[in-house]
């Protein structure tokens, strides 16, 4: 948390893969972490927050199916793109009106977010275009060096990174295949995909 606090870029293992992150709302730490990921800059980061209370800090004019999808899925690997607060800096978004958020389901995750009293810019510790590390040991090796510390918590047991939603459009869109399906998606929030 020290190390988050002052800056530093700390890889962690989470219910789905190991994640890279860093203050949110510290500029030169967000950048970093596109550096040492090679990650483009126009890919938005997404937000790690302690728990659902802590969306209404980093989003605006959220539905009740956010609620409902929060209620069901999180802590879990439910990513959720919302419209951002202006508490999120348009360098987290890559400039974008929206921003994804997730609760974790691990709880060295939401403790770090509690902790550092603020959410984590994160996402998952790999050189950009490379498979996500579920070890510690993968995450030295694409990372290694370039970051200043790796949580070592042991293979994360989901390896798969978290289905995103995007909840901006009508109906909602599946961005990002992951653990929680569609029929999953459809029978807690109470809606149909289209198609």
């Not at 938005?44 to 728990?51: E, T």
């Not at 070890?135 to 289905?163: F, H, K, M, W, Y």
Request: one cysteine or more.
């Amino acid at each position: 948390v020290g190390l988050l606090a002052r800056g530093a870029l700390v890889a962690f293992p989470t219910d789905t893969v190991y994640g890279v992150g860093s203050h949110a709302f510290q500029k030169d730490a967000v950048r970093r972490i596109f550096q040492v990921k090679e990650r483009p800059l126009a890919m938005a980061l997404p937000l790690l927050l302690p728990d659902p209370a802590a969306i209404e800090s980093v989003c605006s004019a959220i539905p009740a199916l956010a609620w409902r999808l929060a209620e069901a899925f999180w802590p879990g690997a439910l990513s959720l793109v919302l419209p951002k607060s202006d508490a999120v800096p348009d360098f987290v978004t890559g400039g974008r009106p929206t921003v994804a958020v997730r609760v974790p389901g691990d709880a060295l995750s939401r403790e770090l977010c509690r902790r550092l009293g603020a959410p984590l810019a994160a996402t998952s510790a790999n050189r950009h275009g490379r498979p996500a590390p579920i070890t510690a040991q993968e995450v030295q090796i694409q990372l290694g060096g370039r970051i200043s510390l790796v949580l070592d918590g042991g293979p994360c047991p989901g390896g798969t990174a978290s289905t995103l939603l995007v909840l901006t459009c009508s109906p909602p869109a599946i961005q990002r295949p992951g653990p929680i399906t569609l029929q999953q998606l459809e029978q807690a929030g109470g809606f149909q995909f289209s198609g």
